[in-house]
């Protein structure tokens, strides 16, 4: 059994050292690392070069789902795992996740990511309102697995046709997911195999990461559908109001009130960029 890890990475520097210190100190042995530059500008490959890793580089910015698919194609593992350059896996993270391959029908398994900052208010409402992970409990066949950590068996990527490169870097994770279920391939989630993020928002990047993550829902774009999204934004905003006071959560007040707003912007802008 030969794994395989990559990382993909856009302008990284700021992560990647510690994501990499952190993949070269687990419990067991991976047999090789490829770092997937996807058309950096800092120093990331820099840094990332002082490791023994394979670099292998885009030379535009291709997005997520183009990253995933150079590193399969050019992994020589039978099982693949992913974390993300943000993402610093704990020593037992990769054990965890290949022990729950216990049949050939498991074609995945991913990880539970913990956020490591929480003290803004920014920090917080992702960890509250847009978790990495299904919970506490091990769950077959959760609705997907996150691209954040996970390892999945080389060949059922391949059978499926891999990821789809339209979906730049948003939804690819959830795309493949469905395709492995379709063709009765199970898949696994572990929250004890745990990485932390290393993400710092400000209100600003928060509210776009929350428009990019339900970009595959913004098609098709006509009138009914950005009727429905201005609807859908409306409740989510008094859901999370509710929960938020319920748990005295009251300085992520400010950014419930504001989702429904800065969304509808973001959609309007989309929609006009599309027509």
Known sequence: MKISLYIPCFNASLYIKRCLEGVFNQSINIDEVLIIDDGSTDNTVQIASKFDVKIISHKNNRGLAA????AIKNSAGDYIASLDSDCVPERNWIEK????????????????LVEGYQDKPADLWRAVNMPQHWGNELTYNPEFLFGSNNIFRKESLLKVGMYDETL???????????KLKSMNYA????????????????????LRTHWNWYRMFHEPVNMENLKFRTRYNLRTSRDRIKEDIRNRQYKLLTIDLILPADQFIRDIRYFARKR
Do not use: C, W
């Open 67 to 70: 990253a995933r698919n150079t």
């Open 97 to 112: 996740l290949i022990h729950e391959f216990r049949d050939n029908k498991i074609a995945g398994i991913g990880g539970m």
């Open 168 to 178: 730049g870097n948003n939804g690819e994770d959830h795309h493949i997911s469905q």
């Open 187 to 206: 898949l696994i989630y572990t929250p004890a195999a745990r990485a932390v993020h290393l993400r710092q928002d400000t209100v600003s990047s928060i």
